[in-house]
Nanobody, 122 residues
Framework: VQLQASGGGLAQPGGSLRLSCAAS????????MGWYRQAPGKQRELVAT???????NYADSVKGRFTISRDNAKNTVYLQMNSLKPEDTAVYYC?????????????????WGQGTQVTVSS
């Protein structure tokens, strides 16, 4: 299973960016998907998560500015980031909790994407 993130880059304060993360490989189903971020010198922190049914959860710091969504048919999760602030600068990582149902066993796992840099600066 692999997750490929894209969409990072440079934005001005108040600007917008949209991140995408597509999962591929031996996947029967994906439960939760999410976005985390890690700024230099800081621990990785949760940004937003979304269940297979569409229930969402956001960090207080991004509520009202970021929107997480997913396309279950494409095994893809998105993060729409509006009203960006310099403190949003970080490497953003996606993850997915998946099931791989095989004839003799079921594998459950969590996979992470490679990270995409988001820089907010004037």
């Amino acid at each position: 299973v692999q997750l490929q993130a894209s969409g990072g880059g440079l934005a001005q304060p108040g600007g917008s960016l949209r991140l995408s993360c597509a999962a591929s490989g031996s996947i029967s189903s994906i439960n939760g998907m999410g976005w985390y971020r890690q700024a230099p010198g800081k621990q990785r922190e949760l940004v937003a998560t979304i269940t297979s049914g569409g229930s969402t959860n956001y960090a207080d710091s991004v509520k009202g500015r970021f929107t997480i969504s997913r396309d279950n048919a494409k095994n893809t999760v998105y993060l729409q980031m509006n009203s960006l602030k310099p403190e949003d600068t970080a490497v953003y990582y996606c993850n997915a909790d998946y099931l791989d149902v095989r004839p003799d066993t079921t594998v459950a796992g969590r996979e992470w994407g490679q990270g995409t840099q988001v820089t907010v600066s004037s």
